[in-house]
């Protein structure tokens, strides 16, 4: 009885499609309702993300930030830029002449705060739209999965933010 359980779920799975697909399309959902929010603060969802790293982790090096937000390093320089010409972050010397260290400016502290209140809204509307028992799950799930898939890497995550 298990082999043949086992079987239907294998028929079930190849009949739902592909994972990939499925969680691509699941991501742009939940991305485009933050992007939407994020806009009125006049901010992208990862430039966001950004400044909540660097507020609550303060100045730091820029391969440490890369490393605590799973970006490589030239995905870290090119989502910085316009964070830094805006004013919101700046990249000052480091504690020796090598070393750079990326801290957010006054301005990018009230931006922050001005975009936190539309994240919640974003995630008010998440949850109210999916449930916060179907959210608690996902949560879940998704930290159960990247443990499976990235057990032993410290720095593994995507590239895309």
Same mark, same amino acid.
């Given at each position: 009885? %298990? ?11 190849? +009949? !739902?499609?592909?994972? %990939?697909?499925?969680? /691509? ?5 939940? &991305? ?6 994020? &806009?009125? &603060? #006049? =901010?992208?969802?990862? !430039? ?8 609550? =982790?303060?100045?730091l090096r820029p391969g440490e930030l890369a490393q605590k937000m799973k970006f490589s390093a030239?995905?870290?320089?090119? %989502? ?12 000052? +010397?480091?504690?020796?002449? /090598?070393? /750079?260290?990326? +801290?957010?400016?006054?301005? #990018?502290?009230?931006?922050?705060? !001005? ?6 809204? &974003? !995630? ?16 879940? =799930?998704?930290?159960?999965? =990247? ?7 410290? #720095? ?6």
């Open positions: 009885m %298990n082999k043949k359980s086992d079987l239907s779920m294998r028929d079930e799975l190849k +009949a !739902q499609g592909c994972t %990939n697909l499925k969680l /691509r399309q699941l991501m742009r959902r939940v &991305a485009q309702l933050y992007d939407l929010e994020m &806009a009125k &603060a #006049g =901010l992208k969802t990862t !430039q966001y993300s950004l400044l909540s790293h660097v507020l609550k =982790l303060g100045p030239s995905t870290l320089t090119r %989502n910085l830029k316009p964070l830094i010409d805006a004013g919101w972050v700046e990249l000052a +010397a480091g504690s020796d002449a /090598r070393s /750079r260290s990326v +801290a957010i400016t006054r301005a #990018g502290r009230a931006k922050r705060a !001005q975009a936190m209140q539309h994240w919640k809204v &974003a !995630q008010e509307s998440l949850n109210q739209r999916l449930g916060v028992e179907r959210v608690l799950a996902l949560h879940g =799930l998704i930290n159960e999965s =990247l443990k499976l898939l990235f057990p032993l890497e410290t #720095g593994s995550g995507t590239d895309d933010e």
